[in-house]
């Protein structure tokens, strides 16, 4: 099963441009990059999937290097209301693997 | 259009009793997950059920028991809770499971159930 690998926290300023990145050395040939969102006393929300290089949509952008062993995701001048938890996940139901696995994510602190 | 929904919100068991949790969702999808998450930790899969009647174990199944009553409600019995049990509960659902030309496709959270076993 591919195994991910964050920050467990990153701090940021209103504004600014934040970048989280996920290790993922044994994703596999059909492993697809997701990224959720989770703010406290809520469940996670999907913001953005990929394969490989480069998807944008309108909260985010993730960047995956040719060799699939990480991903970034990008968050655009971040707001206070961006201050959540950020979780990586590799894989599928009904792929190459079988789970879909939740690490413990990065916790992201916007300050004004 | 409520998404999924899930009952109760709180709850607070003794060891040894047991409960069912309730989740529905209304947006036709085939699949359905159970997660919970402990303090500090990421979301761990319980079972899911890919389609209705059918149910697979995930990482962590046991203690657990799930039943896909129909093609909205899925739900999670603990027939003996143990204080270990003591989590956050977290249904999602799914239009499919699997692999489809532009990824995975996206699940959707429920609010959770907060469950406590004393």
């Known amino acids: 099963l591919a195994k991910t690998t964050q920050p467990i926290s990153m701090d940021s300023y209103e504004g600014q441009e934040v970048n989280i990145t996920c290790s993922h050395n044994n994703i596999a040939t059909n492993d697809y990059i997701t990224w959720y969102q989770q703010f406290p006393s809520q469940g996670p929300r999907f913001i953005i999937q990929?394969?490989?290089t480069k998807v944008t949509n309108e909260v985010a952008s993730l960047f995956i290097p040719a060799d699939r062993k990480s991903s970034t995701l990008s968050l655009p001048r971040v707001s206070l209301s961006d201050t959540a938890v950020y979780y990586c996940?590799?894989?599928?139901?009904?792929?190459?693997?079988?789970?879909?696995?939740f690490g413990t994510g990065t916790l992201l602190a916007v300050q004004p | 259009n409520a998404g999924v929904t899930q009952t109760p919100k709180f709850q607070v068991l003794k060891t040894g009793q047991s409960m069912t949790l309730q989740c529905a969702q209304d947006m036709n999808h085939n699949s359905m997950y159970w997660y919970r998450q402990d303090p500090g930790m990421g979301l761990r899969l319980i079972y899911y059920?890919?389609?209705?009647?059918?149910?697979d174990k995930g990482e962590v199944p046991n203690g657990y028991n799930v039943s896909r009553l129909n093609k909205r409600e899925f739900s999670l019995r603990l027939e003996s809770a143990a204080p270990s049990q003591t989590s956050v509960y977290f249904c999602?659902?799914?239009?499919?499971?699997?692999?489809?030309?532009?990824?995975?496709?996206?699940?959707?959270f429920g609010p959770g159930t907060r469950l406590t076993v004393t």
């Open positions: 990929g394969y490989k």
């Open positions: 996940l590799v894989g599928g139901y009904g792929g190459a693997t079988n789970k879909l696995i």
């Open positions: 999602a659902s799914s239009e499919r499971t699997g692999l489809l030309a532009g990824g995975y496709y996206e699940q959707y």
């Open positions: 059920s890919a389609s209705e009647g059918t149910t």
